[in-house]
C-alpha cells in the first residue's frame, strides 16, 4: 500500500486532498503533511506540501478578490467571515509580520479568504504566505519523515532511550528535536493570537 502510494498517484493525492482541505476551511489538512513526509521524504514531502499550500491558498485568495462575501457566505459561516474580515482590514492588511504570523496559525485558511477582501496585493501576499508556508510545514512534514523512519527499523523503547536508533542520532536528531520545538511554538503562537486577536475582536454587524 505504502510503496503503491509514494509513485506519482500518492503525489496527485496528496495535492488533491490538501488543496480541498484549505479550499474548503472547514475540513482538516495537518494530516496531509504528515503522510507527504512519511511517502515521500522530507525534501519531496515538503516541495509537495509548498506547492499545494501555495496553489491553494491563492486560489482562495483571488476567489475572494473576485467574487468577494458573495461567494464566501457560501463557504463560511456568517460570523467567521464577519471576524476575518474585520481582522484583516483592522490588523492584517498593513502588517506584513503579523500576517506572516496568522498564516502560520490554523486559522490560515480563513485568513487567505479574509484577507482576499482588503486591498493587499497578491505579491505582498504571496510573500508573506512562502514563509509562512515553509516555517509552519517543515515541522510536520519532518515528524512524519521520522515515523516512516523508525517504522523501517527494528526499534524498541529501550533502544530509543539508549540512543541505539540511527534515525534517531546526529542530523536526524536535530532535525526531530528541532521539529518537536516548532510544532509546539506554533500551537502556542496560534493560542496567543487566537486569544489577543479573534477571540476579543468586536464583529461589526454586516447582512451584506
Known sequence: MVEALS???GVLLILLLRLISIVVPILPGTYCLLISGYLFGLGNGLL???IADLLACSISFSLSKRFGRKL????MS???LNKFENLSKN???KN???LTGFLMTGWFDFVSYGVGLTKLR???FLLALILSVILSDLPFVATGNSFRKLQNQNFNIKKILDGNVPSLQKEYLIIFIVSVILIFSIGIMGAIIDRKYIKSLRVP???N
Do not use: A, T, V
Not at 464566501?72 to 463557504?75: Q, S, V, Y
Open 96 to 98: 506584513f509580520f503579523l
Open 205 to 207: 454587524k454586516n447582512d
Open 7 to 9: 509513485g506519482n498517484w
Open 72 to 75: 464566501l457566505k457560501r463557504i
Open 48 to 50: 509537495i506540501s509548498f
Open 122 to 124: 497578491w505579491r505582498k
Open 78 to 80: 456568517k460570523k467567521y
Open 91 to 93: 490588523y492584517l492588511e
